[in-house]
């Protein structure tokens, strides 16, 4: 309850670990918020069948809030003056000149706060990808200030969890979205880095993943735990193995 | 399904020789973008800091996926095919977009903001866009690395012309090579990963082989 979690990737499309994370808090009973920029809602559903969990139906539950993106960004610049009376769009920033993710957050507020009549078992918000809110004008402070507010009001008050993806490049030239990683990596309680194999591309191994677990945080004196793993992607789930024990290798 | 063979030949036949018959493109409904025409109107669309070139070409996009009912909108219109959009030199100077004749552009995020509303526009709809962007322009590396997360297949054609390999033995008979950066990862988990990875390409006035 209460952690932070960052989903990180580099040389490879880490998405896989959120479409987990998707099915696995729903089939906890948790409410999730999802706030999804790159892909659209049937792009996630497809996939979450295949992993056994129905968004629709966790929509019309009250189960999962999904913000899409793509679709939020349109009905700004394209909707009707009459539509946009009421609540401001989540994405408001894109069409303001100061990158100010207020907006972004109330959604994310209202969605997660309890309503009294709520019994789930927890609270979660789900964020695919970070990066792309750069790519939309935000500046890393005004990004780093809407995870701020995120953990403070889901993490800390309302005791629920937050999950987020972000691409990093070791030899990326992209400063912003480095200084939101390094700085996001600081404040994680768990980090799941996602890299291709430096030995290039193999098709039994999709890459590997290290499991951080920052007991730094905790404890003054302890070092933070690491574990690696190799993985492969399959069409409903993925395995894990430890390096070099791939069934195509023994 | 297609057997694995020692060389896998991608190529469409077509000759730059010769103008397309008439008969072939007048049976089918073009639509074009002219950015010198389309400067004298009034956009309509709500802008948001994305550079004005790019805000009529969104919105003559939107117009035409609206009007011609690839987005569904309208079911009278039974509509059976798919919007093809080319777009060409995206980010050059054509588009007025500084961001290749410039280290430090007026505004860096008018290329990935119109991207990403394209992106909305041709996930709502039946269509499919190809962009060609003369990335060895872009001075600017983080703006690629962000126009490629924000694309969902990238391919990239490296030229000999002008290198040492053009010289050298192993690449006589081809052009370029072939650089493919990412492939879309949809509605699934896993992605369709070719074997082959070194891939170059010969361009010829009547086909465009990648090998």
Redesign the interface.
């Known amino acids: 309850q209460g952690k932070f979690t960052l989903l990180r990737d580099t040389r490879t499309?880490g998405?896989?670990l959120v479409?987990h994370f998707l099915s696995f808090y729903l089939r906890a009973g948790c409410k999730v918020c999802f706030v999804a920029l790159?892909?659209?809602f049937?792009?996630y559903n497809?996939?979450a069948q295949?992993l056994g969990v129905s968004l629709s139906a966790a929509k019309e539950r009250g189960q999962l809030v999904f913000l899409e993106g793509?679709?939020s960004?349109?009905d700004?610049?394209?909707g009707e003056e009459e539509e946009q009376s009421g609540q401001p769009s989540p994405l408001q920033f894109?069409?303001e000149?100061d990158s100010n993710l207020k907006a972004l957050f109330d959604f994310v507020r209202t969605s997660l706060t309890p309503t009294g009549s709520d019994s789930w078992k927890g609270l979660v918000l789900l964020v695919d990808d970070l990066?792309?809110l750069?790519?939309?004008?935000a500046t890393p402070v005004a990004v780093l200030d809407f995870v701020h507010y995120c953990r403070v009001v889901v993490c800390s008050q309302l005791k629920g969890n937050v999950v987020v993806l972000v691409?990093s490049?070791v030899d990326?030239?992209?400063?912003?979205?480095e200084l939101v990683v390094n700085s996001l990596c600081h404040h994680s309680d768990l980090i799941l880095w996602v890299e291709g194999l430096a030995t290039?591309?193999c098709?039994d191994v999709h890459g590997q993943m290290k499991i951080i677990r920052r007991v730094s945080l905790e404890l003054a004196a302890e070092q933070d735990h690491v574990q690696i793993y190799q993985y492969k992607?399959?069409?409903?789930?993925?395995t894990f193995f430890a390096r070099g024990l791939s069934a195509a290798v023994l | 399904q297609a057997s694995p063979t020692t060389s896998t030949k991608f190529g469409h036949y077509y000759d730059v020789s010769k103008t397309m018959s008439p008969e072939l493109f007048q049976s089918i409904k073009c639509h074009s973008f002219y950015l010198p025409e389309e400067l004298s109107s009034q956009p309509k669309m709500k802008s948001c800091n994305v550079n004005s070139a790019y805000t009529r070409l969104l919105q003559s996009i939107q117009r035409i996926i609206y009007q011609e009912g690839f987005d569904g909108s309208d079911p009278q219109k039974k509509q059976k095919n798919i919007l093809r959009i080319g777009i060409q030199s995206l980010g050059s100077l054509l588009w007025g977009d500084d961001i290749c004749s410039s280290d430090t552009p007026e505004d860096i995020h008018s290329l990935t903001k119109f991207l990403y509303v394209l992106r909305g526009l041709l996930r709502k709809s039946l269509s499919a866009c190809i962009i060609t962007v003369p990335a060895h322009l872009i001075q600017n590396k983080a703006i690629m690395e962000r126009v490629t997360n924000l694309s969902d297949t990238v391919v990239g054609l490296e030229s000999f012309i002008g290198s040492e390999r053009e010289t050298n033995p192993l690449y006589k008979d081809y052009h370029g090579l072939v650089h493919v950066h990412q492939i879309p990862r949809l509605n699934s988990l896993i992605c369709d990963v070719s074997d082959t990875k070194d891939l170059a390409f010969r361009l010829k006035r009547k086909l465009f082989t990648i090998e």
């Open positions: 499309d998405s896989f479409h790159l892909q659209s049937s792009h497809i996939v295949k793509l679709k960004c349109l700004l610049l394209f894109i069409s000149s990066s792309v750069l790519s939309l004008g691409h490049n990326s030239e992209d400063e912003e979205n290039g591309f098709k992607i399959q069409d409903k789930n993925v």
